[in-house]
């Protein structure tokens, strides 16, 4: 039924550009207009990690619903936790439009929105008016563009939505606004968590739940490169790495606009992220837990990125070719890879096949 519904609905969507397309799809989530799964899939895909007790390990990537529209249609959709933002604390446009290019060919989107959303205090009152509701709701924070200390950006994330966040994403990775991918280099990173971490710790003085947090990085990042964010992140007792955001790669894209400047995501990013994954994996020792993302559009890819080392898995772009019904098809699939390898529980699968992941080349 639900594959049919989307086959109905894919001709309208793909003849909106596709900003349009996305706040028809927000729209109608905002109407009640979406399928409904159970969030808890059984005991084999709960997932305990960041103090917090998943249904099961996957979840709608950042950009989705930036502005904290839609969390519980997200969650009444089956995913085991949602994620919003990117969210900076004024509002701001983002670049100029046209912004998203969808490569139908290839299964991908270049993007170069440029962080636009309505600022810290629209997202807050959306979740404070949720307040209460079930549900692990993630917070995604980010810097403004033309921000004097992008720094203080992040701590006033910290410090504005830490009473509701179920846990918080660090964006420094998008390669839409300009010079914020410098923050992942070892001496900024440093000042920025520790300038991060303190402003958790005062929220968690003051009063109010340790909230966990997570950096999200580029797949860009040279092997030299990954070693020292890596080793800043491990320095600072992070609770999680999402691996990862955007690339800047065109390697493997056959479509006419994939000059297009901006981040690209979906299909093609897939091997790279997921080597980025198991490498990181390896780096951490398994230790932190990692959220898998990057070109899972099936159940598949989503095992793959377990194998490799993810403890959660994000996804968006798959979303926009495959429709919400990739949502359960994922869900059986990694339920069966359970039955398949004999194990109970889905973490048994966590990292069993970083290894060989980490020790493929990244095509460039």
């Known amino acids: 039924m639900i594959a049919r519904l989307f086959g ?3 001709p309208f969507l793909f003849a909106l550009a596709p900003e349009d397309a996305h706040d028809a799809t927000l729209v109608s989530l905002e109407h009640g207009l979406h399928p409904r799964a159970p969030q808890d899939v059984g005991a084999a895909l709960h997932t305990f990690i960041f103090g917090l007790d998943f249904p099961n390990p996957v979840g709608i990537a950042a950009g989705f619903d930036k502005d904290a529209r839609v969390p519980d249609a997200v969650l009444k959709m089956g995913c085991g936790f949602a994620e919003i933002g ?15 290019f969808r490569l139908v060919a290839d299964s991908a989107v270049i993007n170069r929105l440029g962080f636009n959303n309505g600022g810290h205090q629209a997202a807050l009152a959306r979740l404070e008016a949720r307040s209460g509701l079930p549900g692990i709701v993630g917070v995604n924070i980010g810097a403004n563009k033309d921000s004097a200390d992008r720094i203080a950006d992040y701590v006033a994330g910290i410090e504005t939505f830490a ?17 914020l991918r410098d923050l992942q280099a070892a001496e900024a990173l440093d000042d920025l968590l520790t300038q991060v971490m303190a402003a958790r710790d005062r929220k968690v003085a003051a009063g109010h739940p340790r909230r966990a947090i997570v950096v999200k990085i ?11 964010t890596v080793g800043q992140l491990v320095a600072h007792k992070v609770d999680g790495i999402a691996v990862s955001n955007t690339t800047l790669s065109r390697a493997g894209l056959t479509v006419r606009n994939a000059s297009e400047t901006g981040g690209l995501s979906g ?28 070109g899972i559009d099936d159940g598949a890819a989503a095992v793959e990125k377990i194998k490799a080392g993810a403890s959660l898995i994000q996804l968006y772009t798959g979303l926009i070719y495959a429709g919400p019904g990739l949502i359960p098809r994922i869900m059986d699939t ?11 529980s889905i973490e048994q699968l966590r990292g069993t096949t970083a290894a060989a992941w980490a020790a493929k080349q990244i095509d460039d």
């Open 8 to 10: 109905l609905a894919r």
């Open 86 to 100: 990117t969210v900076t604390p004024r509002p701001q446009g983002g670049n100029a439009k046209p912004r998203i």
């Open 163 to 179: 009473h509701l966040a179920s846990y918080f994403t660090v964006n420094i990775s998008s390669p839409n606004t300009p010079g």
């Open 218 to 228: 580029a797949p860009d990042l040279t092997e030299d490169e990954l070693q020292q």
């Open 267 to 294: 299909r093609p990013l897939f091997r790279r992220s997921t080597i980025m994954l198991a490498r990181v994996y390896q780096k951490t020792e398994g230790k932190i837990p990692l959220i898998g993302i990057g």
């Open 334 to 344: 990694l339920q069966s890879a359970c039955v398949d390898a004999g194990v109970t």
